[in-house]
């Protein structure tokens, strides 16, 4: 009871912080967003449905687009894009901060460091002060005692499991480029990183964009004798349901 009352206090002020514009993202994000999937997806039949989980090797999962979390915020996951957007990615080592929370949560996980004596505390010490609804790095520290350490506790226990079993570890959400190159967008670091300190080898995601062109291929070679792919395709996570249904 104790720690649901701190969970929501915590959500409650991270809403406050945010204000109207706040709840209305929320909103969206949460309910508006499913529905758009789900509509775009019924009057595209020939694309994947948003909610299709694909098994990735963690080790693939190294680059993410610049300003991800810009060019997402009026989209939705399960989406076709066109242009030039996965030709814009850096790798996860080259940015900080991000570089510093895997690095900081696989030794916490692996080492036993106290969270607030990690590399991503002590580095960005001034900068984590309105993270997680939290107001100051205490707050913080003990949100991660509670939430971080119980996930990382769960997923050591159950593993993630597939869309048809039930779990409480939610995907992560990936971009799929022309050629099918996998792109991380941002959420999901915690687990990310977790998968990473249990040695797991396959992680549970689900495609937010795949690009014109890759989508273009997967209709092609689902018309015809997959067979003949090449073979640098044959093992690709987002064809596999092709290759099973030929």
């Given at each position: 009871?104790?720690?649901?009352?701190?969970?929501?206090?915590?959500?409650?002020?991270?809403?406050?912080?945010?204000?109207?514009?706040?709840?209305?993202?929320?909103?969206?994000?949460?309910?508006?967003?499913?529905?758009?999937?789900?509509?775009?997806?019924?009057?595209?039949?020939?694309?994947?449905?948003?909610?299709?989980?694909?098994?990735?090797?963690?080790?693939?999962?190294?680059?993410?687009?610049?300003?991800?979390?810009?060019?997402?915020?009026?989209?939705?996951?399960?989406?076709?894009?066109?242009?030039?957007?996965?030709?814009?990615?850096?790798?996860?080592?080259d940015q900080p901060k991000i570089w510093d929370k895997r690095n900081g949560i696989i030794e916490h996980f692996t080492n036993e460091v106290p969270w607030r004596d990690t590399?991503?505390?002590?580095?960005?010490?001034?900068?984590?002060?309105?993270?997680?609804?939290?107001?100051?790095?205490?707050?913080?520290?003990?949100?991660?005692?509670?939430?971080?350490?119980?996930?990382?506790?769960?997923?050591?226990?159950?593993?993630?499991?597939?869309?048809?079993?039930?779990?409480?570890?939610?995907?992560?959400?990936?971009?799929?480029?022309?050629?099918?190159?996998?792109?991380?967008?941002?959420?999901?670091?915690?687990?990310?990183?977790?998968?990473?300190?249990?040695?797991?080898?396959?992680?549970?995601?689900?495609?937010?964009?795949?690009?014109k062109q890759w989508q273009e291929m997967r209709c092609n070679l689902s018309q015809r004798n997959p067979i003949h792919t090449k073979s640098n395709l044959k093992n690709h996570?987002?064809?596999?349901?092709?290759?099973?249904?030929?």
């Amino acid at each position: 009871m104790i720690k649901s009352i701190q969970i929501n206090k915590n959500r409650i002020r991270k809403l406050k912080n945010k204000g109207i514009k706040g709840f209305v993202w929320t909103f969206y994000d949460k309910l508006l967003l499913n529905v758009f999937s789900i509509v775009y997806y019924y009057l595209n039949t020939k694309i994947p449905h948003p909610n299709k989980v694909i098994w990735v090797k963690v080790a693939e999962i190294e680059y993410m687009l610049k300003k991800d979390g810009d060019l997402r915020k009026w989209s939705f996951p399960g989406s076709i894009k066109d242009g030039d957007w996965d030709l814009n990615y850096i790798a996860f080592k080259d940015q900080p901060k991000i570089w510093d929370k895997r690095n900081g949560i696989i030794e916490h996980f692996t080492n036993e460091v106290p969270w607030r004596d990690t590399i991503y505390f002590k580095k960005h010490h001034d900068h984590l002060q309105d993270v997680c609804g939290c107001t100051n790095i205490d707050e913080l520290v003990q949100y991660y005692e509670r939430n971080i350490d119980s996930l990382f506790d769960k997923v050591k226990s159950e593993g993630f499991v597939s869309e048809y079993e039930k779990s409480n570890v939610d995907p992560l959400y990936v971009h799929i480029g022309r050629n099918g190159e996998i792109f991380y967008t941002r959420d999901g670091q915690h687990r990310l990183s977790i998968a990473v300190a249990l040695g797991i080898e396959y992680l549970p995601v689900r495609v937010w964009w795949r690009h014109k062109q890759w989508q273009e291929m997967r209709c092609n070679l689902s018309q015809r004798n997959p067979i003949h792919t090449k073979s640098n395709l044959k093992n690709h996570p987002d064809l596999q349901d092709i290759f099973k249904n030929n």
